[in-house]
């Protein structure tokens, strides 16, 4: 194919030189041939010879001036005519003396003609002047031509050299065509055009049908393909295309680990309040294809399989201790200490009583008072005691019950974590509607001291994260304090959560928001590092913001600010 299309190109291109090169060969014949008859008819004493001579001679000086003219420039002949078109020279002497063969009347009538016409000399390529006398009158005419064999000849001479070109031409464009081919085919993994036609409708409907975000990179960092899934998953736009990624993102975990800033396979990361797993492949020409998928639902399901196991040992441990009440019970109603049993019983149930009963009068949303329900079942298997303060008032008007109680779920597991196994341990919720003002002040105040604070060293800073997409998110004051958010008045809940754990250092209160950063060894079935990187980017989803502090008894207290959360209360006018 490359080969037919280099030859026919050549063909063509010296076909396009040849045609007009004939043209050019008579025009310069016929050009030379009127400058030689100009430059006979100026000669001094032409004129005069031919008016004062005794006519026409084969032998006369007009025949010799002719013949020498003739010789010297090379022409096929020049032929010199009286008024009435009679040579008085030719290149065949014999035919001195007869008349012109071909029409004089144009020259004779003080013209200049040059043309290419049949003669008696063959065809040639002819240029005719006026000869004029010292006044100006024509007195005669004077013909030149240049045999057309002549100008043929060096047509055809021309064309051997020109085919030699074309054929130079010819051999290195198929050099240069083979080259280009076989680089082509590399660069094509030796794929015929229809085949890169298929492949590249197969690649878009792929990228486009698969439930999985791709995000193509090039070696600057800029966007060169984004398909719907990413778009949808990290809020891409199709004009985001040709601009770089971490720029599109901002800084953050994702952008880091989407530009290859951060190594591994499997990366987790949360965006828009979605968990990611994001792995990276580069490519040959220094780019890069990264790829995520969402696992939030995977993940708020192992945490809800991890609250179900604990669900379920905590019932295995009741099941344990109703054996155990059981046996006491019998042994007393054995012995005939009735009254002793009853009070037993009253007392045993009692207290569980009083535990469901408390938290469903201080906290009237159903699901969040299950949740505690359980996590306090929970807390009293692994030996903590969860308790919720006296000011935690909760009324059943939130906005999302559900993620709330993903936060909520969160700090308290991360909490009964910090508090296992140690003395007395605890774990303290708080509850609590603000106003706007209320708020402000709850998020600026500074973190509670500890219960025997050392007189050499000051109370470590409070480091806190703020939303970044609401004016009203909590920002970070000079003094290390959280700057307020201002809501209407019965819309704003302040979640507290604090435990009797070691507590979190100062240099470290930044990175615990920080996804995939845990000091926990992680399940089989899940990562660690997530819980309050979800916790943070829901309390940024409306607006809020999150702390963490020291609590009074020395270990962690985590405080979330939601300000719009509730429901206004309605007026009961």
Known sequence: MQLAIATGVIALVTGLFLAPLSEELDDRAMDRALAIAQTTAARPGLAARLTDGPGPSARGPVQREAERIRKATGAGYVVIMDTDGVRWSHPEPRRVGAHVSTDPSAALAG????????????????????LRDGRGEVIGAVSVGIAYEGVREKFLGAVPELLAYAGGALAAGVLASVLVSRRLQRRTHDLAF??????????EAMLHGIREGVVALDADGRIRLVNDEAQRLLELRPEDTGRP???VLGPGRTADVLCGEVAGTDLLTVSGGRVLVANRMPTADGGAVATFRDRTELELLGRELD?????????????????????????LLQLGQHEEAAAYLRETVGVH????????????DPLLAALLVGKATVAAERGVALRLTDGTRLPDRLVDPRELATVLGNLVD???????????????????????EEAEAEA????????????????????????????????PAADGTTAGTRAAPSTCLVLTVADSGPGIDGDKRELVFAEGWSTKTPPPHRRRGLGLALVRRLAERHGGSVR?????????????VLPQALHPARSSG
Do not use: C, Y
């Open 307 to 331: 609250g179900s196991r604990g669900l379920i040992d905590a019932l295995r441990a009741q099941d344990h201790e109703h054996a155990n009440r059981m046996h006491l019970l019998l042994g």
């Open 353 to 364: 009583r009083a535990t469901a009963e408390q938290i469903a009068e201080r906290v009237e």
């Open 194 to 203: 229809s085949d890169i036609s298929s492949l590249l409708d197969e690649r």
């Open 444 to 475: 600026s105040s500074p973190e509670p001291p500890p219960t025997a604070p050392e007189p050499a060293q000051a109370p470590a800073p409070v480091w806190t994260v703020s939303g970044t997409d609401s004016a009203s998110a909590a920002e």
């Open 548 to 560: 963490v502090g020291r609590a009074a008894g020395g270990g962690a207290e985590f405080t979330v």
């Open 245 to 247: 990624l971490a720029e």
């Open 414 to 436: 991360n909490a009964l974590d910090a508090a296992a196994g140690s003395e007395g341990a605890w774990v303290e919720v708080r509850l609590r509607t603000q106003d706007g």
């Open 111 to 130: 013209h200049e003609v040059r043309h290419i016409d049949e003669g008696t000399l063959g065809r040639s390529a002819r240029g005719k002047v006026p």
